[in-house]
């Protein structure tokens, strides 16, 4: 199956603060999503994003499809913004599979 | 619309027993896909059920199993439990129109403790 990479595995930031998350992949995909998980366990969907860019208020997001990775952007963090962000990705079987996380806390 | 739901939130099985876990997906989603989290492994892909069928499934022993029902809601079953099994399980769903990718969306998961 296609494997996947996040960096940083942990981040910590200042309110205020801008920060990049990336994700790896080692094959191509046709879904891509990144989620952020809830101190409660469930998978709050911030973006599916097979390839170009979207925005959504202080996160944006932009896949290289052809070069196999993506990033996730913050912007003006909050300490609302803290928890875990995974990054996940399927071939054509539609089995995603998630990269370790990325851990933020936002300090205020 | 009401998002994916699973039921129980928690569960406290004892060795050796098994558990069924039920998922009722978001209204008019035909793909429903399970996946299990630990600490240790982290998140991985179970099975995903499509119109009653099993599509795809990941590398987990023959313990683990599900099925679909025609009005989509899915449960998935594990037999013998171990301590290992303990993990939050979690359920998805998915409108598959065909095209080559679909998005995926996350129920609250079963936490299930094994004693």
């Known amino acids: 199956g296609i494997q996947v990479e996040q960096s940083p595995p942990d981040l910590i930031l200042q309110e205020g603060a801008n920060s990049t998350l990336r994700c790896n992949f080692s094959?191509?995909?046709?879904?891509l999503q990144w989620f952020h998980q809830n101190p409660w366990g469930q998978l709050i969907n911030l973006f599916y994003?097979?390839?170009g860019t979207k925005q959504n208020g202080r996160l944006s997001a932009t896949t290289v499809a052809t070069e196999r990775y993506s990033l996730l952007y913050i912007s003006s963090s909050q300490t609302t913004d803290s928890g875990v962000y995974f990054c996940?990705?399927?071939?054509?079987?539609?089995?995603?599979?998630f990269g370790a996380g990325t851990t933020v806390t936002v300090r205020a | 619309k009401a998002g994916v739901t699973q039921t129980p939130r928690y569960l406290i099985k004892t060795r050796g027993q098994q558990v069924t876990l039920s998922c009722s997906p978001i209204?008019?989603?035909?793909?429903v896909s399970w996946y299990q989290q630990t600490p240790g492994q982290g998140l991985q892909f179970l099975f995903e059920y499509f119109s009653e069928t099993q599509r795809n499934k990941g590398n987990f022993p023959g313990r683990f199993s599900g099925r679909q029902f025609s009005n989509s809601r899915s449960e998935m079953n594990v037999s013998t439990l171990e301590l290992g099994d303990s993990a939050l399980y979690l359920c998805?769903?998915?409108?598959?129109?065909?095209?080559?990718?679909?998005?995926?969306?996350f129920g609250p998961g079963t936490r299930l403790t094994v004693t």
């Open positions: 209204s008019g989603h035909r793909s």
């Open positions: 998805a769903s998915s409108f598959d129109s065909g095209a080559s990718s679909y998005e995926q969306y």
């Open positions: 996940a990705g399927a071939g054509g079987d539609y089995k995603l599979s």
């Open positions: 994003i097979p390839s």
């Open positions: 094959d191509s995909v046709n879904n």
